[in-house]
């Protein structure tokens, strides 16, 4: 493999990883506007007292900003240097979103029971909802991985063979 090819590899799948950040802040910061704040149907941690939920959907701001900020610098980074993989980008940041809303549908809601989409009788419609967008944003992101480009050498992209 010559210097440039791995090179260009790297700038793919810099330009995934970096909007796979930006899409698992963006998704984070949806569910805790959302979900946390403007309908209040639950907190990150729910087992304890309000002001510990409250202090726990802090925690969850703070590395939903890290994210960001980590994925914003990287993706700036790429666009500075002309390297940016457009299809990729859109494919990680599809993969972030989609990753953050099933990790938490299964992993945060079931596995650990740290708190429910929300406190009703019948859990069914809105665990199917939660995991079923988690699902269909991660379809849209393989649609875009798919489609993408395997590589980017200076500034035009090398298509799949």
């Avoid at 510990?52 to 914003?72: N, P, W, Y």
């Amino acid at each position: 493999m010559t210097p440039s090819a791995s090179i260009s590899r790297s700038d793919s799948r810099r330009s995934m990883l970096a909007s796979l950040l930006l899409g698992i802040g963006v998704m984070a910061t949806l569910d805790e506007i959302v979900f946390h704040q403007l309908l209040a149907w639950h907190h990150f941690f729910d087992w304890s007292t309000p002001a510990f939920g409250l202090f726990s959907d802090g925690l969850l701001h703070t590395a939903e900003l890290i994210f960001l900020v980590l994925g914003f610098f990287m993706f700036t980074d790429l666009r500075a240097r002309q390297a940016l993989a457009r299809q990729a980008a859109w494919a990680g940041f599809f993969f972030g979103m989609g990753g953050f809303q099933l990790f938490d549908g299964i992993i945060d809601h079931k596995l650990l029971g740290l708190h429910q989409v929300r406190y009703v009788d019948n859990l069914l419609p809105y665990d199917l909802a939660w995991n079923g967008v988690g699902i269909l944003l991660l379809i849209v992101g393989w649609l875009f991985a798919r489609r993408a480009p395997t590589s980017v050498t200076a500034g035009r992209q090398t298509e799949k063979r």
